[in-house]
Structures are given as C-alpha cells and as structure tokens.
C-alpha cells in the first residue's frame, strides 16, 4: 500500500443520507463531514436517532438496507468510495476498512468457530493462505488477551463469554491489518467490569498496531478513554466537534453539556430511621425447573416503606431472578417473602389478589411488555378494573388522572403504543404499576434501554410519584450511575448472593467490600486518563480486579 | 431426548392403529359379506363371520390383530387369500423405488432453486422461478401426468405411458420406466421445498451475522451458502422431509395414472374389493412411514444445530 504524503487517510465531506422512512426519503445525515488521519481515533457520540452507526459506517462505503447515500464524497486514501460497484467496495471491506459490531453475540454466525470466521476475512481478501490466518488468529487472540489463544477459536460462539467474543471481534477485524477499525458501541452489552477489561484490551490492541478508529458510542465517558478527537451528533447534525480533552474540559453547546452532567450524582435522601419494613426477603434459595444449579442462595433482603432499595449486580447475579421470587413467578426452593411480616405464599396462582395489587412490576422492555393492539387507555385502565373494580366514567377520569400523573398530554389515551417513543411507552408502563396502587413497584432495569437524557427523565418521574404517593421502589440495575442517582439504600449482589446492603452513604463510602470496589471502580469517568490509571493501579494492586475476585 | 421422541412415535403409532381400526369397522357391511357377495344368505354369512372371528368383541379383534402384526403377521388378504406381509413386500419396495428416485430427482433441484432465489431475490429469477413451480404444485397430480403422457410418451415415445414393472425387471429398465411417474411428482413436490428453503434463507438475511459478513467483504453467494444456509437446515429439513412423506403416502393418484404397482395402488384396489385387513395393514405402513420421517427430521434438526451438537 502507497502512503500518499499529504492526503488524509479518511475525508467524508458534506455527506447527506436518506432513509426511507414509511415510503419517503427523509433526511438522517445533513451534511456531515469528518476526516481521519493515520493512527487517529475519533469519536462520534450521540443518542439514538443522532445518525451516529450510519456516518460511522460510510467508512465501509456501506448504508444500511432503506438508506440512500444522496451526496457527498468518502474518500479513503483519495480513492472516492461513493458510487464504486459493489465488488469494488468488497475488495475494502473486511481488508482495509474493518468493523466491530455492538452485539458479538449477535454478530458472530452461530454455526461456525471463532476461528473459521477470523479465517474467513484475510483468506477471501487474498492476504494470506487458511494456514497463515489460523496463526495470526492465535497471535491476535493473544493480542487482546484471550485465555488459551491457541485453542478458543475452535469453539462456537455460544461457548465463549460475552466479553471474550467481543474482544475476538476486535482480534477478527485486525486480522487482515485494516488501516480503520469502526467500532460500533462495542462494550455497550458488556457489563461494568467487563467492559474495563475489554475496553482496556482494544485500547492496548489499537495502540500496538497503530490503526485508525472510529468509535460510536453513546456513552460520552467510554469514548473519552479512547478517543483524541470526537464529534457529537444529534438527529444527522453536527452539534459540536474537538479536541477530546478539551471538549471534556470545557463544552462549548449546550447539549454537550447535557450529555456530560447525566452522570452528576443527587443528593441522597435522608431520614431512613424508621424502620417501617414493608417486605422481607428471608434466606431465599432458589433454582429454576429443570435445571440442578441455585440462581440464588440465602438471599436476604429488607425493603423499607417509601423507600427505594437498589439491587445493583452484574448479569447473572440473580438480581432479576430475585424479582421473578418476589413476585411469585418462581417459587423458591427454600426461604420464604414476607409482605408486612405476613408470609406470602410462594406460588402466583395461589396468591389472593390483594396480594398481587400491592406488588407491581415494571420490565426493562417497554415495546414488549405492551399489547401493540390496544389503546394506551385500554393499557392503564385494565388494573383499575381487574384489581379495583373501577368502570364507566370513574374510570375514564382516572386514566386521565394516571396520565398526567406520568406528564403525558390526555389525548395519548387514544393512541396505540407504537405512535408512542421509547421513554413515552417506559411512562405508560409506570401508569400501569401506579393503577392498582400498589405499596411496592420492582422496577426490572427499566431505563436500560433508554437513551441517557430520557432515562433521566424516567427517573425523576419516579422519584416524585415516590414523594407523592408514598409507595417503595425495589429498583433492580446494572448501572451504578443510577443507583447513585435514585437509592436509598443498596444491595449488591454477585453469584446469586448478597455480597452486602446498607444506606447509600455507607456502600458508596470507604471501607469497600472488594466486589463494590470493584464495581464502582469500574464506572467509566469524564476523565480521559481514568482508564489507563484504573489499569495502573490494578496492575499495582491498589484496586481489585475481577481475577483477583476469583471471577471467571 | 432421543428416547423421549421415539416413545412419543411409538405412542403416535399405537393411537393410528386404533383410529385405524376403529374407522374400517366403522364402515358398512364387514369382511364376510363383501366375501360372499349381496346374493348370501344371512346363515352363510353368519357361519363365515364364526369362522374368521367376526363374531368377537372389537377389543379383542383389536388385540388380536395387534399381535400379529408386531410379530410380522398383517393377516390374509380376503380377496385372494394370500399372506398380507407377502403382498405388501413387494409393493412396498415398488413405491420406496418410485420415491427414492422422486426424491433424488426433486430435492437437489429444490434446494438450488431455493438458493437462487433468495441470492437474486425479487428479480425477474425469482419471480419466474415463483411462477413456475406455483403453477404446477396447482395443477392436479393426474392432469400432469396425463399432459407428460401425451407429449412424452404418445407425441414423442420417448418413454412408456405405462410404469409397468415386475420384480425381474432390471434396475436401469425399471429407472426408464418410472421416468414419467418420477417426473410428475417432481413438478408436484419441487415448488414446496424451494420457497421454504428461499423463506428460511430470506428470513435469515436480517440477522446481524450476515450484515457482518457482508461487512468483512464475502460475495454475497458465499454469504447466502456459508452463513445463511447452515441456520437454515431445521426449517428445511422439516419441509423436505414432509415433502419425502408425500413421495411414500400421497402417490395413489400417480400410481394409478401409470399403472405402477406400488402400495398405493394396492390401497386402491383393496378399497374397491372390500379386502379390509388390506387396507388396515396399508393405512398402518404409510402411518408408519411417516411417523418415522417426521422423527428423522426432528433427528436430523438436532444434528444441524450448533448448540445442541457442541455443548458448553
């Protein structure tokens, strides 16, 4: 490859894509440009909806299926991209330009090894023969360290970790030397400590063979530990670009500003002196039918009237098993809930229905936690029927009642939820809950899958319904940001056991136990040096690591 | 998991038998009379039902019937008085023969039809491929046959109208004379199997592995053969193997078109004849036949599925 002084390894310029959006082409990139030099990495941030995977994706001369590039040129290493036949764009893809999608485990073909579809990439691009590529696939595997790079690309996907297939993702797109990797809100699946760990690895990974990247991502502080510049995007405009540090340091829009106090943590709420215990969580073990292995063991938890108790713990730790406990939907094994000091029977069929009213949920999954074919009215107004026998006119008045409650206009009580947005529909769901007045709400990581600014909103509206109406929250997150901004009190939980709970002050206060330390410390900081210091101390020692943990 | 299927097919196998038995008795008249004819004196009648058992209670004629087949024994045949089992073998063999080169024939095509169209999907391919093979699943089975008569074998004579072969036939005569028959059910089966195998292909390209492939540079054929298609067998192997099904139990209308003797035919003359203990041990072989494949396919479904085949 000729290296062309002067020229710029990647120059997109006044690019305008249209998406067809229910049979018109709207608009989703307005003119954006962006340029790229060797060995740079630029970040592209944003919400849902900013444009941000699809501008990142033009790298690859790529749009996705319903998306038209209009106008505008990419030029990779001079040579334009727009236009080129698709055989041509192939010969790039995969070769010079790479891509790392969010979802490893979606991404990577079920029915083939790690190593076949490493292989797969340099061997079509004619950079090496099947015998070269299976070594560098064990040279890149050790590159972002994998355990036993020699043997794991024989596995299937579904055999390897969440974190170690992206991190072989990453190893596949350095395979055949690209000269841009496009990373596609890569540890966005992960949990906390294991994205560190990958982030960390992709860091070392791009650093050791001085390629370009573009990183999309949401989440502003990930970016900022890999990136020297970033661009923020907003509905296909560009809001601000710049330097990483001093964007950081100083925003200059007002949305980035948004962006970066999301994560300022509120003031704790006080006053957890009486102890008005409301339920009672009591050496609960439990396993799933079918299956030989505890998901939880003594399990103890105390949730105090009107107040929120955050479960805070990685997937797998049987924090949402612990709510599937409560509600009945799984009954334990041993253990028992006590609701009020009165025990409730373990199994949901068997639970009266004042039981049932005073225990709602509220799922992680809006979209499907919904029926599709009924109106937002119909949605709301079942518990006031089946739980309070509320009808005719008194039960109009109370839907429009919930609605305003949640700070949505009266006239969505006549919509379907699918004219509704994502935070819109988590609000309907929250209506629901608050229909059959319950006394305690599990909230089941119900801003998980929200967009920062709105899940922000989520969490107010809970937090002034719980000032107004008195009722305790049992709020279930991976997301210690969260758990910072909304708990009064916290359970950690790791491995199916509580690891500790108390006030907020106290867990979120030295002395740690080493899993919260480790947890807390794995919280990505507006700090663009936070992460090669976390390694360090790691590396010394001062802070616990996930091995050190004995975590596999 | 194995065992639990086979079970559940030998559980399927025993509720046919009795749906088997409990229908053929239901039907007017019995055994003795279609035996001796409408000109029979009832006392005739009477003495013959006393002599073949027809005069015992149907649970026990159930049993009875029951045992003899496990031990090999399907009964005589009324009409003619032969051994059951020994009828069948034969006629059995004819209609596997007819199905197997059927099979061979129609699912090679299928799947590479299949394939084509979801590689050039929605294109001129696609759609006449589409055209094609829904015209001719639409036709009824006979008039193909009898437009496949008309021009192959009386226009042209090509090959024979009539598929009629005996077991001393040589096998290259026997494959030339079942060239007809195999083609009709070819066109009829062949349109089935490659819209599933287009649909599974289809549904499968949405998926984000094959958008990666895409994006790591592979041809798109590449991507449809060695991404799509490998998660594409269970959906597939259930609709071949159904379609296989089809080539066994549903070829009485072919058989009959061509004179072939197969079990199908058998079926229908036993049918016209009244020989019931014939037309029970036919019900209960094609029921059979299919129980088996539907349990093959569920087999061959586990074999193709990474997860199942290379445990954590």
């Given at each position: 490859m000729s290296k062309k002084v002067g020229k710029k390894l990647l120059e997109i310029n006044d690019l305008l894509i249209e998406a067809d959006i229910e049979g018109e082409w709207k608009p989703i990139i307005n003119s954006l440009s962006m340029t790229l030099e060797r060995g740079e990495i630029i970040g592209l941030i944003g919400e849902s909806g900013a444009g941000k995977s699809t501008f990142g994706l033009t790298a690859l001369g790529y749009t996705k299926p319903g998306c038209r590039i209009v106008s505008g040129s990419i030029k990779l290493d001079g040579v334009e991209l727009v236009g080129k036949s698709d055989a041509e764009l192939r010969k790039i893809r995969g070769n010079r330009v790479a891509y790392v999608a969010q979802s490893a485990a979606a991404s990577f073909n079920p029915a083939h090894t790690l190593a076949e579809q490493f292989t797969e990439s340099p061997v079509q691009h004619g950079k090496m023969k099947m015998s070269e590529a299976r070594k560098r696939s064990v040279e890149m595997f050790r590159l972002l360290d994998m355990p036993d790079p020699e043997n794991i690309g024989e596995r299937y996907p579904h055999q390897v970790s969440g974190g170690q297939l992206q991190r072989a993702m990453t190893a596949m797109a350095l395979g055949s030397d690209p000269d841009i990797i496009i990373f596609d809100e890569p540890t966005t699946a992960l949990d906390v400590t294991t994205q560190i760990e990958v982030l960390g690895a992709i860091k070392e990974a791009v650093k050791a063979r001085n390629v370009a990247a573009i990183y999309i991502s949401h989440d502003l502080a990930v970016v900022a530990q890999m990136a020297d510049r970033m661009m923020v995007l907003r509905y296909g405009d560009l809001i601000e670009e710049g330097n990483a540090r001093e964007m950081l340091a100083n925003p200059k829009q007002e949305y980035t500003q948004k962006l970066l106090n999301v994560r300022s943590q509120r003031v704790g709420r006080t006053g957890l002196d009486e102890e008005d215990i409301q339920l009672n969580v009591e050496n609960i073990t439990a396993r799933y039918p079918g299956?030989?292995?505890?998901?939880?063991?003594?399990v103890n938890v105390n949730v105090v009237k009107g107040k929120t108790v955050a479960v805070v713990g990685e997937s797998g730790s049987g924090k949402s098993t612990l709510a599937r406990v409560i509600t009945g939907l799984l009954p334990p094994s041993q253990g028992s809930v006590k609701f009020h000091g009165r025990e409730l029977t373990p199994a949901l069929k068997t639970r009266p229905k004042k039981d049932l009213q005073s225990i709602q949920m509220i799922y992680q999954m809006a979209d499907v936690a919904m029926n599709p074919r009924q109106k937002i009215k119909d949605i709301i107004g079942r518990p006031l029927e089946f739980y309070l026998g509320i009808t005719g006119k008194q039960h109009d008045d109370r839907v429009l009642d919930l609605l305003r409650k949640i700070e949505l206009p009266e006239d969505y009580a006549e919509r379907y939820p699918l004219q509704l947005s994502g935070g819109e529909k988590q609000r309907v769901c929250i209506a629901r809950a608050l229909a059959a007045e319950p006394e305690l709400i599990i909230c089941d990581e119900v801003t998980s899958a929200l967009d920062q600014l709105v899940a922000e909103g989520i969490l107010d509206l809970l937090l002034n319904l719980q000032k107004e109406l008195d009722v305790s929250y049992l709020f279930i997150t991976h997301d210690l940001a969260t758990v910072k901004a909304i708990a009064d009190e916290i359970v950690v939980m790791y491995q199916g056991g509580v690891v500790e709970q108390g006030a907020k002050a106290d867990i979120l206060a030295p002395p740690y136990a080493p899993y919260t330390e480790l947890l807390l410390s794995s919280?990505?900081?507006?700090?663009?040096?936070w992460l090669d210091n976390l390694v360090e101390k790691r590396q010394r020692g001062e802070l616990p690591t996930s091995e050190s943990l004995g975590q596999s | 998991m194995l065992a639990q299927r086979l079970s559940l097919g030998l559980v399927t196998l025993f509720v046919i038998s009795l749906i088997i038995f409990l229908g053929v008795s239901l039907l007017p008249g019995d055994a003795a009379q279609a035996m001796l004819g409408q000109s029979a004196t009832p006392e005739t009648v009477a003495a013959l039902r006393l002599q073949m058992g027809l005069d015992q209670p149907g649970y026990l004629r159930y049993f009875s019937w029951l045992g003899g087949i496990l031990q090999g024994d399907f009964g005589i045949s009324i009409s003619n008085q032969r051994q059951i089992g020994e009828l069948l073998g034969g006629r059995f063999a004819n209609t596997l023969f007819l199905a197997v080169m059927a099979a061979i024939i129609s699912v090679p095509i299928a799947l590479t039809l299949g394939i084509l169209a979801a590689l050039y999907r929605n294109s001129v391919y696609d759609r006449l491929v589409n055209v094609i093979t829904l015209s001719s699943i639409s036709t009824p089975e006979f008039f193909v046959a009898y437009i496949l008569i008309l021009v192959f074998a009386v226009n042209l004579g090509w090959f024979p109208s009539l598929a009629n072969v005996s077991p001393d036939t040589p096998f290259f005569a026997r494959i030339y004379a079942c060239i007809l028959p195999a083609t009709t059910l070819t066109l009829v089966v062949v349109a089935h199997m490659m819209r599933m195998t287009r649909a599974a292909i289809i549904s499968l390209l949405a998926s984000p592995y094959i958008e990666m492939a895409a994006l790591k540079g592979i041809p798109k054929w590449q991507i449809i053969v060695r991404h799509a298609l490998p998660n594409a067998w269970a959906p597939i192997i259930n609709v071949i193997v159904i379609n296989l099904a089809y080539l066994i139990v549903g070829v009485v209308i072919v058989e009959v078109v061509f004179v072939y003797p197969g079990l199908g035919q058998l079926l229908v003359d036993s049918v016209q004849r009244r020989d019931l203990p014939v037309v029970q041990a036919c019900s209960l072989i094609f029921a059979a036949t299919y129980v088996l494949l539907n349990l093959i396919a569920d087999i061959l479904s586990i074999l193709t599925n990474p997860r199942l085949l290379h445990p954590k």
């Open positions: 299956t030989n292995i505890d998901v939880l063991t003594n919280v990505p900081e507006m700090d663009p040096d | -």
